[in-house]
């Protein structure tokens, strides 16, 4: 059965850092692009980084790119999101998923809140 747990999130000032995690199960990560996605209250889900599967090549959105860095741990079956110099615009709750769909179709994990504020 495929399971998303994302943890590490939590309330942080701005410039401050935080790394999130994702222990995923039911499937191995490093046969799939893996991406963390956010969603800010009252807006929609969006992507923030993926990993790919075959090199482990990352992409980040502009917004994030240069403070935020997404890796993996394939022997730990583990996404990792690192977050720095974190805005108030980054607060939102963060998921990860394969970024197609292919393994986890319409499912989601609970989610990590991350809030930046002072």
């Known amino acids: 059965q495929v399971q998303l747990v994302e943890s590490g999130g939590g309330l942080v000032q701005p410039g401050g850092s935080l790394r999130l995690s994702c222990a995923a199960s039911?499937?191995?990560?490093?046969?799939?692009?893996m991406s963390w996605y956010r969603q800010a209250p009252g807006k929609e889900r969006e992507l923030v980084a993926t990993?790919?599967?075959?090199?482990?090549?990352?992409y980040h959105v502009d917004s994030v790119k240069g403070r935020f860095t997404i890796s993996r741990d394939a022997a730990k079956n583990t996404v990792y999101l690192e977050m720095s110099s974190l805005k108030p615009d980054d607060t939102g709750v963060y998921y990860c998923k394969d970024r197609w769909g292919r393994i986890t179709h319409d499912y989601w994990g609970q989610g990590t809140q991350v809030t930046v504020s002072s």
């Open positions: 039911g499937f191995a990560i490093r046969e799939y692009a």
């Open positions: 990993i790919t599967s075959a090199e482990g090549t990352n």
